[in-house]
């Protein structure tokens, strides 16, 4: 899309009528572009406006519930200003408390290292390139890259001697507000988890699971925290069938 | 947050403005908003009691089926209780900000998988009529109505068909290009346009 259109997608935008990849790419340009936001700001308002005319009452049950929710979990704690500790992390992230979610239950697995939020740093841990390096350089390795265009590009590699999956993205664009990147061993039409992505552009990551069984890897675009089973199509899909 | 300025010249006649009633209401709401974010849960009711039935309207308008219209209702609430320290009256309304998650909830839910096979292909099929007690409350909601469908009927008619499919169909905009027939830069004019002129005839302003 050239940089004239882009600033086009305001409206498309406040109504959610972007694809999740669409919706990646626009959030990065609405960060540095300020007229955006504040057409996206306005255009959003004004769509709101557009429920007034589909009010209607909703069952008195639904207060109920409302009311019994909120009264087992208090509101986020404020934004304070970023320190370098929290800085990696933007803290509207990671609700685990809605009941659609699964939070905490997928593992995410960054080589041996614990810094799973923080952009790759090779420099300080060496020591996890290591799993990721046992895979990359196995004598059985298989590879399958998926070119995503402007969202950046991404390549499985899979030992199954090892009966792991490592995956390599290459600028590629952060999920939209709300949401991670899942991956997923696929074998037939099911779908295993393999952890959510962390969000860096560029990063090696070792999928969480089994892998020599797997016929491709997918990701999808799922709720903070992931889900137990994809809830929208992969963005995609790497066939290991046909690697090489 | 000063969103709702006088409606210009060239605003559809007999549209009631009622620019300081709805700026009290407006800040009352932001007002319920602040006191929600301290735990106030009696403040978050009523803000409840302000809001639901356009909410609940908005996911069944979208959604379809009133049990996950509920669902997405509630999630929303949820959602809108558990980030209310995050609302910043400057950036926009209170109402406008809860909409934004019911509608984000309520798009999600039917391009899910499931939901995606059991959309309902009509889409421009009426929701169920609304059935409002008579109070002031939804006395001053169905005024606020009327000038919004006032301002949505000077749409030429390709621009309210996409923004209604892009809206309360939940439709992305390359859907929406497939739909009309029409290649995707038309789409994404018509939408934007038709929105920008809502906004412009609801002096929407940030
Ligand atoms: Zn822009």
Redesign the interface.
């Known amino acids: 899309m050239s940089e004239m259109d882009v600033h086009k997608l305001t409206g498309a935008y406040a109504m959610d009528a972007l694809d999740e990849l669409e919706r990646a790419r626009f959030e990065q340009h609405l960060a540095q572009c300020e007229d955006c936001r504040a057409e996206v700001a306005e255009l959003r308002e004004t769509a709101a406006l557009l429920a007034e005319t589909t009010a209607v009452t909703p069952p008195a049950s639904l207060r109920d519930s409302v009311l019994a929710g909120i009264s087992q979990v208090r509101p986020l704690a404020p934004e304070v200003p970023a320190s370098p500790t929290h800085a990696a992390r933007p803290a509207a992230r990671g609700r685990g408390w809605v009941p659609f979610l699964v939070a905490a239950a997928l593992a995410l697995i960054v080589g041996v290292g614990a810094l799973v939020t923080q952009p790759w740093a090779p420099s300080d841990d060496a020591e996890r390139l290591t799993a990721a390096e046992q895979v990359l350089q196995a004598p059985d390795a298989e590879e399958v890259s998926v070119d995503l265009g402007e969202a950046g590009r991404a390549t499985v590699v899979r030992s199954k001697a090892q009966d792991r999956a490592v995956i390599t993205t290459e600028d590629m664009v952060s999920a939209p507000s709300g949401k991670d990147y899942e991956l997923w061993f696929i074998e037939g039409d099911e779908f295993v988890s393999a952890g959510l992505m962390p969000d860096a552009a560029d990063q090696t990551v070792v999928l969480d699971g089994s892998a020599a069984a797997a016929a491709a890897v997918g990701i999808t675009v799922e709720p903070d925290g992931g889900s137990e089973q994809p809830t929208s199509d992969p963005i995609a899909v790497f066939d290991l069938t046909e690697s090489t | 947050m000063d ?1 709702v300025r006088p409606v210009p010249d060239g605003a559809p006649q007999g549209a009631p403005s009622g620019g300081d009633e709805k700026r009290s209401e407006a800040a009352r709401l932001a007002d319920l908003l602040r006191q ?4 106030d ?1 009696a403040a ?2 009523a803000f ?2 302000a809001t ?7 996911a ?2 979208v959604v379809r089926n009133p049990a996950h219209a ?2 997405v ?3 929303a ?3 809108a ?6 609302y910043d009256a400057a ?3 209170a ?2 900000w ?3 998650i ?3 909830k309520a ?2 839910r039917v ?3 499931e939901a995606a096979t059991a959309r309902d292909e009509t889409w421009n099929r009426e ?2 009529p ?4 008579q109070t002031a409350e939804a006395v001053h ?1 169905s005024l ?2 009327a ?3 006032g301002a ?1 009927a000077t749409l030429t008619d390709v621009q309210r068909q996409a ?1 209604e499919l ?3 169909g ?5 859907e ?1 290009a497939t739909l009309l027939d029409v290649p995707l ?1 038309t789409a ?2 018509r ?6 002129r ?2 412009d005839l ?1 002096g ?3």
């Open positions: 969103h929600a974010a301290l735990g849960e978050f009711a409840y009691d639901s039935a356009r909410a609940y309207g908005l069944l308008r509920e669902e209702t509630q999630e609430y949820l959602d209780w558990h980030s209310s320290t995050r950036r926009g309304s109402a406008g809860l909409m934004t019911v509608h984000r798009v999600d391009r899910s998988v929701a169920a609304t059935d409002h007690d909601a606020d109505a000038r919004v469908r949505v923004v892009t809206y309360f939940g439709y992305t905009h390359t929406v830069g994404k004019t939408i934007r346009d038709g929105l920008i809502l906004r609801m929407v302003a940030s």
